[in-house]
Nanobody
Framework: QEQLVESGGGLVQAGGSLTLSCAFS????????MGWYRQAPGKERESIAT????????YYAESVKGRFTISKDNAKYTLYLQLNRLKPEDTAIYYC?????????????WGQGTQVSVFS
């Protein structure tokens, strides 16, 4: 069964760091471009980082470029997002799924996400 399980969120002071993980099962994960998304209160879900299927060539939204790093471990079926120099505006629920523009069959039902809360 296809499943995504995000973890690693928490409450952190501005300037701090977190590492998010996304365990992926039920699909040929190694052949899929993957992405991290986030949804802040009162806002739509947005794509913030993507990585190619082989772990090379990443894309970042301007709001997180230089602070966040996406990586993919195909052997462990896990996607990661390293969050550094966090800001209060990074507060959101973070989700993973296939990258935007991927074949529709690559997407699975959204998981519950993991909450990141940043206080100043």
């Amino acid at each position: 069964q296809e499943q995504l399980v995000e973890s690693g969120g928490g409450l952190v002071q501005a300037g701090g760091s977190l590492t998010l993980s996304c365990a992926f099962s039920g699909l040929p994960f190694s052949g899929v471009n993957m992405g991290w998304y986030r949804q802040a209160p009162g806002k739509e879900r947005e794509s913030i980082a993507t990585v190619r299927w082989n772990g090379e060539s990443a894309y970042y939204a301007e709001s997180v470029k230089g602070r966040f790093t996406i990586s993919k471990d195909n052997a462990k079926y896990t996607l990661y997002l390293q969050l550094n120099r966090l800001k209060p505006e990074d507060t959101a629920i973070y989700y993973c799924n296939a990258a935007p523009g991927s074949d529709p069959t690559s997407f699975v039902a959204w998981g519950q996400g993991t909450q990141v809360s940043v206080f100043s």
